[in-house]
């Protein structure tokens, strides 16, 4: 978790962060970032060093919120019980079994229960 959520200040920490282990610290650096935010504008260079650090970052990366992709429309909104906000698909082993007796139940094709159990 971050301390800050100053836009300005977290790409501050995260320079600060990665420079100790900058291999080439006198190297030029390969951009120039601006931000314009509502405490003002500000301007921060970016070395090698860093953009391979946030490469890193971003491999690494796993948003909390990700639980997967749905099987049934591909989408990634599943919320915490693994149900899809996209098409309804619940996922899971209880989603599996809802799947597989929804499945049974259409066969059957009168809507009432199966005989077999469940
Ligand atoms: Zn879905």
Redesign the pocket.
């Known amino acids: 978790m971050t301390a800050s959520l100053d836009p300005a200040a977290v790409i501050a920490e995260f320079i600060d962060a990665v420079a100790p282990y900058d291999p080439h610290p006198d190297a030029p650096p390969v951009a120039l970032i601006g931000l314009r935010t509502a405490l003002g504008d500000e301007m921060f260079t970016m070395s090698d060093h860093l953009i391979r650090a946030m490469c890193r970052a971003l491999a690494s990366y796993r948003d909390p919120q990700d639980r997967g992709e749905?099987v049934?429309?591909g989408?990634r909104h599943l919320d915490e019980n693994l149900h899809?906000r996209?098409?309804g698909?619940l996922h899971g082993i209880l989603g599996q079994v809802i799947a597989d007796h929804a499945r049974r139940v259409a066969a059957s094709g009168d809507g009432s229960a199966p005989s077999e159990p469940v």
């Open positions: 749905c049934e429309c989408g899809c996209d098409c698909r």
